[in-house]
């Protein structure tokens, strides 16, 4: 059974990135002209400030010199987050996007942009804002009946706290 070197990278990497508190999201190697770009993506439940991306990034830096994982030419290492529109792929993507928009595309067909408001084993409980004056409504959404799910970005957002200000005044 062979291995690519993205797999035998992230059984190479994986272990350090979990002892410094991440989870390893994604790796990818890419060529750019004649230099390759060894990207990793990082990220944990409380999101990952720049003290631990530099604490990773020396970590992963110093075993990789220290093995051929990738070989004798040279190449830049980059480490960093997932980033404000992430992909929604795994269990634990949806649980820390509990709160935030998100636009899902459908197996059956057609989007949906609603707000994640809980996460359980089988699926997510989302709110759909409404429409034209009408009252958000609540929808179940099971995990087989996502194809696609990426977190928008929210630039006029009022948080809970204003929100509240307001239904008080």
């Known amino acids: 059974m062979s291995t690519t070197q993205s797999e035998r990278l992230r059984e190479l990497l994986e272990p350090l990135v979990t002892s410094q508190g991440l989870d390893l ?8 002209g004649r230099k390759r770009v060894l990207r ?26 220290d093995t051929d994982a990738m070989g004798n030419g040279e190449y830049t290492l980059e ?17 820390r996007a509990t709160d935030r ?4 595309q459908l197996r059956e067909g057609g989007e949906l942009v609603a707000r994640i408001l809980a996460v359980d084993e089988d699926g997510l409980d989302v709110e759909v804002p409404g429409v034209k004056g009408r009252k958000a409504t609540t929808r179940r959404l099971a995990f087989p009946d996502i194809d696609k799910a990426r977190v928008q970005v929210e630039f006029s957002r009022k948080d809970k706290k204003d929100m509240k200000e307001e239904e008080e005044a």
């Not at 400030?49 to 110093?62: H, Y």
């Open 79 to 95: 480490v960093g987050t997932p980033g404000a529109e992430r992909a929604l792929t795994e269990h634990r993507h949806y649980v």
């Open 25 to 32: 999201e994604e790796i990818a190697v890419d060529s750019v």
């Open 40 to 65: 990793v993506v990082v990220d944990s439940d409380t999101g990952a400030d720049l003290d631990q991306i530099a604490d990773v990034s020396r970590a992963l830096s110093a075993r990789l010199d």
């Open 101 to 104: 928009l998100v636009k899902f």
